[in-house]
């Protein structure tokens, strides 16, 4: 994804030691302009002080950060200015309304002044309640000030710890399309989360962290065609279709998902197959252009299938297989 397109966030080889344990071990990856980029794992693996080494924070060890070609510790100013940044709850004065918080903000900054201010509120959304107290907003309108806040500066690069915590359905959704419609306006996003759906609908590109490793980076859709599809086939008899299927070069089995037990015309069926009436649900994995074939094949050998349905994997599959089961929350 990222051929011809600017390189803005670049880590390579990144580590860092903590009181003699080593917390980051040698990460790696870009994000490039424009693009939505998903950083997910459980807490404890790492991703937090790896967003505060992005933001200078904190130092790393060894390995090297650069945003838009400067690197963050040797040219930390130039660096930061290419850099929008909110960690967990963005910190607001709720006495003040939502304009007076970012002129307060703006006066920080060179060429920020009112225009600018008009700018980022009707970017984010906010026009209607920007004159309000701060006090008297839900969390969804903070989380979108604490963003136009950052967006002051014009920055290429904005890191979002959790945006979508604490928030309803309604909030999540709303927050979604902001975020969509940032990209769209050339804006890079370093999405911190730990909720598997919300980076898988919402990320162009995801690096999966566990245990201060970077396990898996690339595009969403191609991280999860890579960890394959499954094809569940409810057939009957279940025993005699599986030991069929397993004969034969084009299917893995990977066991049984359910048996049941089909009453009507069990009679029947049982001097018919010789089986004993028992219906069961196989998990399989195979192409999708097998498929009719291999129906076809089953039915002629005798076999009865009630239901094929195919099971697309899921960012929570990936991660659990790449993981072996850690717990992510």
């Not at 991703?47 to 963050?72: N, Q």
């Not at 969804?140 to 979002?160: D, E, S, T, V, W």
């Not at 018919?272 to 039915?299: K, Y």
Request: charged share 25%; aromatic share 6%.
């Amino acid at each position: 994804m990222g051929t011809g397109r600017e390189t803005i966030l670049s880590v390579k080889n990144v580590k860092k030691n903590i009181r003699g344990k080593e917390i980051i071990k040698g990460i790696s990856f870009d994000v490039y302009s424009g693009e939505i980029f998903g950083f997910l794992g459980p807490n404890g693996s790492g991703k937090t002080t790896t967003i505060r080494m992005l933001v200078d924070l904190i130092k790393p060890t060894a390995g090297e950060i650069t945003i838009c070609g400067y690197d963050v510790q040797r040219d930390h100013d130039e660096a930061m200015r290419y850099v929008g940044c909110i960690v967990e709850n963005p910190e607001l004065y709720g006495y003040l309304t939502g304009w007076e918080n970012l002129e307060h903000f703006a006066r920080m900054l060179p060429d920020a002044g009112e225009d600018r201010i008009r700018e980022v509120v009707e970017l984010v959304g906010m026009d209607a309640r920007i004159h309000d107290k701060v006090k008297t907003y839900s969390l969804g309108m903070r989380q979108r000030l604490g963003i136009a806040q950052a967006l002051l500066a014009r920055p290429k690069l904005l890191i979002l710890d959790e945006p979508t915590n604490g928030l309803d359905p309604q909030g999540i959704k709303e927050m979604r399309a902001f975020i969509r419609k940032l990209a769209k306006g050339g804006l890079s996003l370093f999405v911190s989360s730990h909720l598997l759906s919300e980076i898988q609908q919402l990320c162009d590109r995801v690096a999966i962290i566990s245990k201060g490793q970077v396990i898996s980076v690339g595009e969403v859709n191609e991280l999860l065609v890579q960890s394959g599809s499954k094809v569940l086939w409810t057939v009957e008899p279940a025993e005699q279709a599986e030991a069929w299927m397993r004969a034969r070069q084009d299917i893995t089995v990977l066991g049984h998902k359910e048996t049941l037990t089909l009453e009507e015309d069990e009679p029947e069926r049982m001097s018919q197959s010789g089986a004993a009436g028992r219906a069961g649900t196989i998990v399989t994995q195979l192409s999708d252009e097998a498929i009719p074939g291999i129906n076809r094949d089953l039915v002629d050998a005798g076999m009865r299938v009630y239901a094929i349905e195919m099971k697309h994997p899921t960012l929570e599959d990936l991660f659990l297989s790449l993981t072996e089961g850690e717990k992510i929350g």
